[in-house]
């Protein structure tokens, strides 16, 4: 146990959490306008799938990547009209989303399972990269890390600094405050449930062009639902939600730490750690009952209908 | 022109045609799909649809798969009934096929008479601790039971394929992560000679028809109906929602326990890692598709009985992957979800409009 090997828990730690970071930071701009999408677990299989066959069939990485974003956006349309046009239930829309997209991408995939591409190489950032330990932590990495990292910025800025950020509190706090003064309620929604969708079709290309250059039935393995968990987790707070996923992503290499203390645990009983610590936080945050009540947005999962505003 | 109105009372007429339109809808869908795959839609809706109904041994096939999605979906009727978002029949399905599996390997060769009512008890409880956990978590700590019951779903899969490799490995099965075959006195009888129609399936209609029974004739039922319509008019008439919710989780981990140690000592006969191809999942669209009403459960569980065995059938008669039915039923939820919207509203012609 040393310093280059903690170093070396901690870069896999991130690479482990980005996609839970992705799914989770498109999932706030979403719930914060009022929106609760269930389907990440679908669309994050969809946007893998899709991104798998498309750099597979080009060769071309990037374009595999706008294809996952543009397979979880036209998946979260599907969402959206449902549940905004048509006032179905939030719950039951995203478990169909689910359900749908298990599905669909087993289907779709299922003449490229067990086909492997290059994938993304890592990019080491000239400089910041020679810092010794936080370099090898932070700054070894391919683009889409990087990528969720400038995201992560971007999205704490427009969040806490902007009108943007205002106006899409404004929807999710009080939706009939914001339509009386002009905002036009569930587009801002539309657009909220869109851009969750491309960010969790990101996630699921990182799966498939990163984390593990393949395509496998069901590879996400529930990632989708942590990062669900990991937003009320995080009290729905930008930064709180990249400290979380990388905790998590601790969690799911847990075996490799282990190893290095030099103890073996089934594989399979550590495989579960991940979901158990899952459970395990969800109980935490959530016992202060008024503590949550006060941090969610207060039209989470409400549908919101403008015939009745007239 | 056409415009769209709310209705002022929703429509009983509408709430049992929608599944239908719903049902319709998707096999349009699949119309479509199979043209695109070049495969004959007839053939292939004759493949889905009425192969599985075809003779005695398909229906009893079919009756097979009917079991633990009914078994799952008549406990999540009641579920959502009282508000309770439980997505994890599957995770309790597969616990009480371990812990029924657990004992049935203890018997051994024993041919105690008491084996088999063991060996579904401890399923069943088994289903009951696995829904009582997260139900517990959050009527005390307020956690969110859709992902905690949904995690609890990984965490038996795992616990699972841990105990098929480890403790309940069959000694003598050259390693392969499967637990040995159980002995005959500790499996289902089976009714119908010549099928594999199993006790578990004269279990799974009871059960449904003491579900509706308790729904429509007893206070408790009454109760979870009125929570379900308005809760609170239950509050104000001072039902304990705690207490509802305890009986609504128990009773549906109990029956999805009771569906997992039906496949193990039923048609399977020894526990494996893929027990369930989803069936508590599936179990959600048969409760919605039965309008979350015990009785209307059976026919959906039927009708997601064939589309499974149709989709084993399409795989070997046609070639189209099996996961067209995961598909479909997704797309079958879709379609419920988005023709449940003329249950609140009306389409309505603007020459006859009078608002």
Not at chain 2, 282 to 295: D, E, K, N, Q
Request: hydrophobic letters at 55%.
């Amino acid at each position: 146990m040393d310093a280059d090997f903690i170093a070396q828990i901690l870069f896999s730690a991130i690479k482990t959490g980005t996609p839970l970071l992705f799914i989770a930071l498109g999932e706030v701009i979403c719930e914060k306008s009022g929106v609760l999408n269930l389907g990440q677990e679908g669309m994050m299989l969809m946007g893998a799938v899709v991104g798998f066959l498309a750099a597979y069939s080009t060769g071309n990485m990037a374009f595999g990547v706008l294809a996952a974003m543009a397979m979880g956006c036209v998946m979260s349309l599907i969402f959206g009209v449902l549940v905004l046009h048509l006032g179905a239930n939030q719950v039951a829309t995203g478990l169909a989303l689910t359900i749908f997209g298990t599905g669909l991408s087993a289907f779709v995939g299922s003449d490229f399972v067990g086909k492997t591409i290059q994938g993304f190489n890592p990019i080491p950032i000239p400089y910041l990269s020679s810092i010794p330990y936080l370099g090898k932590i932070l700054f070894e990495h391919d683009l889409l890390v990087y990528l969720s990292f400038i995201m992560t910025v971007l999205i704490m800025y427009v969040t806490n600094k902007t009108r943007l950020g205002l106006t899409l509190k404004a929807v999710g706090e009080n939706p009939n405050a914001a339509n009386a003064i002009g905002i036009k309620v569930l587009r801002v929604r539309y657009l909220a449930i869109m851009f969750g969708g491309a960010m969790t079709g990101i996630a699921g290309a990182y799966m498939s062009l990163v984390y593990t250059p393949m395509w496998a039935e069901n590879m996400t393995a529930g990632r989708g639902w942590i990062a669900l968990a990991l937003v009320v987790f995080a009290s729905w707070r930008v930064g709180r939600i990249m400290l979380g996923a990388y905790l998590f992503g601790l969690a799911s290499i847990m075996h490799l730490v282990l190893q290095g203390f030099g103890w073996t645990i089934s594989t399979n009983l550590l495989a579960m750690l991940p979901y158990v610590a899952t459970v395990f936080v969800m109980v935490i945050i959530s016992a202060d009952k008024f503590k949550e009540k006060l941090l969610a947005p207060r039209s989470l999962g409400k549908p919101f209908d403008p015939r009745h505003m007239a | 022109m056409m415009r769209i109105q709310a209705r002022t009372q929703p429509s009983q007429l509408m709430t049992f045609v929608s599944p239908l339109l719903a049902i319709a809808l998707t096999l349009i869908f699949g119309c479509i799909l199979f043209s695109a795959l070049d495969k004959n839609p007839i053939e292939a809706l004759h493949v889905l649809l009425i192969t599985p109904l075809s003779d005695g041994y398909n229906v009893g096939e079919m009756l097979v798969k009917m079991c633990p999605l009914l078994l799952c979906a008549v406990g999540l009727s009641l579920c959502y009934r009282a508000n309770m978002w439980n997505i994890g029949a599957e995770g309790q399905l597969l616990a009480g096929a371990l812990g029924g599996s657990a004992v049935a390997l203890a018997f051994g060769d024993s041919t105690s008479a008491l084996a088999l009512p063991l060996t579904l008890l401890a399923g069943v409880a088994s289903g009951v601790a696995w829904s009582a956990v997260p139900t517990y978590l959050k009527l005390r700590f307020n956690s969110n039971l859709i992902l905690t019951t949904i995690m609890f779903n990984y965490i038996a899969f795992y616990l699972l394929v841990w105990a098929v490799n480890g403790p309940l490995r069959d000694p003598d099965g050259y390693g392969f992560p499967e637990s040995a075959m159980f002995s005959d006195q500790t499996m289902l009888p089976i009714l119908v000679a010549g099928t594999r129609i199993h006790l578990g399936i004269l279990l799974s209609l009871l059960s449904a028809v003491v579900a509706w029974f308790i729904l429509s004739k007893t206070h408790l039922g009454f109760q979870v109906r009125v929570f379900g319509s308005d809760e609170p008019a239950a509050t104000y008439a001072g039902f304990s929602s705690k207490k509802l919710s305890w009986f609504v989780m128990l009773l549906a981990g109990a029956l999805a326990g009771l569906a997992g140690v039906c496949e193990v000592t039923g048609p399977i006969g020894q526990l494996v890692p893929n027990v369930s191809p989803g069936y508590g999942y599936s179990a959600i669209i048969v409760a919605y598709l039965g309008r979350l009403h015990p009785l209307g459960a059976i026919i959906a569980a039927i009708f997601l009985a064939v589309l499974y065995m149709g989709g084993d059938l399409a795989q070997i008669q046609m070639n189209i992957p099996t996961a067209v039915i995961g598909m479909f039923q997704g797309v079958l939820l879709f379609f419920l979800l988005a023709c449940d919207f003329f249950i609140r509203n009306r389409l309505v012609f603007t020459h006859q409009a009078t608002a």
